[in-house]
Structure formats: structure tokens, C-alpha cells
């Protein structure tokens, strides 16, 4: 079967099979069979610490950092006083995203990749698990769609930190990398800490369940999941709305950050009215203010670089009862 490594390296791995010789005049070579990663072949020759245990019939060799940028698996050979083994099929594990975290909750202009944020016991949780995103009073979750904060990828397989190989896409859309950023003009989303970790500058935008996935070459994690807070509504003015139609202010936050990111925006206002004994609510849109014109002004709204707010028009109302 097809032997799997961590791109860390690290761990032992035995090989088994016959004729290996007497421990002297060998070398191991592992290969990616057609691939871009200039890091191989990689060589390990007698002597070398790098392997442990040598018999005529096996050996334990420490395997070294790395990754493939390929689907196709990669090769190993011994090399045993000149005659070269069949190739056997090895592969470095797939970069899978295990977790994320919040590692530092300001908004800066390129990814944060200092020290982590910590939580009052002095350690990192998964997003979501210790808050509640509509709970927008105490801050929600922090996850603003204004962006800027920085999130740790957890996971394993990343690849060696330095390869140039790796890319986080964030809703289909290549972050860019600290190496490839230039300040002032294209700033760093993305920066490579180790194999089991990648710090993601969040852009801004809005939604929920956005994909982000890692690739190093060709090879590509599964999805994991992204949401932004919702929207959260603080107050709205006026309070009371003129029965023969009025046009209110909402100020909150999450409303997203462009007019282009929020998208489409429906408000619904609720009345109470009488059915025969019952009172229930009635839901009445409330839709861009047309200021008695033909068209009708966006809901979304900002002045200047202030916060977004949304103001809408509401109808005439039919019924008396507060809205």
C-alpha cells in the first residue's frame, strides 16, 4: 500500500522487502514524479542520522519536511551499490483545515502574525463556540463584515512555510500572500506560520457559510466554513412613525461594507391589527425612500467613511395600533 507522511516530517517509517545489503553504499531517493517543488528529489545517503535501523531486509529512515504539488502520488527508491530498487509509492498527506480561530480581533491593513490572542484561560476555540453571532448588544461573535481582523487556520499538511506553493481562497478568490504583497498597494492576506498553521486576513464582505480552502499546487483541502456576523440593529428613528407614511433610520452594525457587498436589503416593519377578537402583526415592506419621485434611493447608506446605516420608506398605514 501507498506509504503517508506529514509535510512536517519527522516520523519513522519502515520499509520492508529483501537484498538491502549489509548497511554501507546505499542511499534513499524520493521523487515527485513530473512536479514543480524544486525541495526534490530528496536524497538521504549512508551515512545519515536520518535513518535508524538498517538489516538485509528493512530499514526505519526519519521522514523529511515537505510537500508534493501534485495529485499524483511520488516515488521512493533504494539505491544499493549501484542497483536501484523498483519504486515504491509514497505521497505527503492531503492539506486538510481542521479548525478556526480568532487570532487578533483589530482591524489592521494586512494580516496580524504575532503572538495570538488568547481567551481568559489563556487558550484558542473554534469560532463560534464561546459566543453568540446574534448577540450583537456584546459584540457578537467579532466577526465584523467590515473585516480586517485576522483568523488562525489550524490543520495539518500545510507544507513548509517558505515553499511559495500554498494559496487560501476565500469565496473562490485567491488571498494574496506576505511574499507576494507590496505595502501601500497590495497588502498581505495571507502569511505562512507553520504546517499546521496559516493566519487569514478576513476581507470585508457579508454572509454566512463562505468557503475558504488551502491548496499547494494542484491539491486542495475540503472547504471549511466562514460566516460573518449578522446584522445587528441598535435603534431606529424615529421611534414613532408618522401613520400617513414616514421615512426611518436604522443605525447597527454588519450592515456591510459597500452597497455593492450588502446586496439585496428587505426591511419589514411590524404593525399590530385586529382579526375579529385577536390581535396579530402584520408585516409591511419597507423599501428605498422615493421622497415623492419616480425612483427610489438605496437602503444602504454612509456618509463618508462613517458607519453604514439603512433608511427605508414605510407605507401609509391602514390601522391605528402602534408599529
Known sequence: GQIIMNTEGGANVTITGSNFGIGRDYAIEIREVGGSDSNFPVN???????????????LVFVVPEGQNTRDNPMELILNVAGQTSDPITVNYGQPNITSISMCFSDSIK???TGPCELNDDDTMVALGSDCDPYDGANGGCGLRTDGGY?????GVNFGKP??????????GKALVNSAEAVPGDKEAEVHYISHREVRVRI?????????IKFSIGSRESSPTLFSYDPPYVED???EKPNAEGDVVTIHG????????DAGEINIMIGQKKYVGNETVTEWLPCLGPSFGMDLRFPIWQQKGSGTPYLWCELPRSRLVRKT
Open 110 to 112: 494586512s494580516v496580524y
Open 150 to 154: 485576522t483568523v488562525a487556520l489550524f
Open 253 to 260: 452594525s454588519n450592515f456591510g461594507p459597500t452597497l455593492e
Open 236 to 238: 431606529i428613528s424615529p
Open 162 to 171: 517558505d515553499a511559495g506553493l500554498q494559496k487560501v481562497f476565500f469565496r
Open 203 to 211: 476581507p470585508p464582505g457579508v454572509g454566512m457559510n463562505i468557503p
Open 44 to 58: 538521504i545517503y549512508h551515512p545519515s542520522k536520518s535513518i535508524h535501523h538498517f538489516t538485509h531486509e528493512s
